[in-house]
């Protein structure tokens, strides 16, 4: 009887594939289960599996079929240019699923950037990266809804970028723009600084620690967790606020608003707006 299911190879196929499969369920049934482990390292234990499975399955077929696969290989070559050009995405996919692998640059639950497209990747196996897009210019979580499917060849022609450091903390930078209406704009300099001061007092040493720990690890260095204000005009005349801080991606649009808030009360509820004013009555 095992000389006929040796000798029988479909039979034989069928029995490798299911027990492959009957192993990848019984390990991600297993992984799934793992309360202890983070979801993220669940998702990418259960993706390793995956994608080891896949591979398994194509070696066992062709070691079962090797003798068929190389009888039809000889039949072929006539025809093996045409077949070279028909599959030379898939083995680019394949050869730039090994040099992702190799270079490390990402992995799943990490944030990157793949030429224009921007996501959290979700799943990766030796065809294609699959990623959730991010709105790069959202603040809080981000994520638009839309699934993004990406061959793994293109990791040969686009640069990826890995933003994983970035998906807590983030130097966010906004501008205020305010018609001249009188008063020197450098009077809010320091309002402005102490406010925000006050808006980062909760985060400030988790944040000092954080931003150490980017530069240390990408060797960029970063404009630190102080502030930063600058006063510009844009080509009407108007003045332009420009600030700069290192703060949590959740919590970015509440201090912009917060700011902002704070100096429209400086310019029209505080001393600068009584001495313009006065200055005004004057004239």
């Known amino acids: 009887m095992l000389q006929q299911l040796l000798e029988n190879k479909l039979l034989l196929s069928i029995l490798v594939i299911v027990a492959i499969l009957m192993l990848r369920f019984l390990l991600g049934f297993v992984f799934a289960r793992q309360k202890r482990w983070a979801k993220q390292d669940r998702r990418r234990r259960i993706n390793t599996v995956h994608n080891l499975s896949n591979l398994l399955i194509v070696l066992g077929l062709v070691a079962v079929w090797v003798s068929e696969l190389r009888e039809f290989a000889l039949s072929i070559a006539a025809?093996?240019?045409a077949i070279?050009?028909?599959l030379r995405e898939?083995?680019?996919?394949l050869v730039g699923k090994i040099y992702q692998a190799s270079m490390r640059s990402f992995q799943v639950g990490d944030w990157v950037k793949v030429g224009d497209q921007f996501g959290e990747v979700i799943d990766s196996d030796w065809l294609s990266t699959t990623l959730l897009e991010i709105d790069p210019h959202g603040l809080g979580s981000g994520y638009t809804g839309i699934t993004l499917y990406i061959p793994n060849?293109?990791?040969?022609?686009?640069?990826?970028?890995n933003l994983n450091f970035?998906?807590?903390?983030?130097?966010?930078s906004f501008s205020i723009v305010r018609e001249n209406k009188g008063g020197n704009p450098f009077a809010a300099k320091e309002f402005l600084l102490e406010r925000i001061r006050e808006h980062s007092e909760a985060f400030h040493e988790v944040a000092a620690?954080?931003?150490?720990?980017i530069e240390h690890?990408?060797?960029?260095?970063?404009?630190?967790?102080d502030p930063k204000i600058s006063f510009t005009t844009n080509e009407f005349g108007h003045d332009v606020v420009t600030i700069t801080l290192f703060c949590p991606r959740e919590e970015a649009h509440d201090i912009e608003?917060?700011?902002?808030?704070?100096?429209?009360?400086?310019?029209y509820s505080g001393p600068q707006n009584q001495l313009a004013t006065g200055e005004s009555g004057e004239a």
């Not at 060849?153 to 970028?161: A, G, I, L, R």
Request: net charge positive.
């Open 153 to 161: 060849n293109v990791f040969f022609t686009k640069p990826v970028k």
């Open 209 to 213: 620690r954080y931003c150490q720990m």
């Open 217 to 225: 690890r990408t060797g960029v260095e970063l404009v630190g967790t």
């Open 79 to 81: 025809f093996s240019v």
């Open 90 to 93: 898939v083995v680019q996919s």
């Open 166 to 172: 970035m998906r807590r903390y983030i130097e966010h």
């Open 257 to 267: 608003q917060n700011v902002t808030e704070d100096l429209y009360n400086f310019w």
């Open 84 to 86: 070279v050009i028909a």
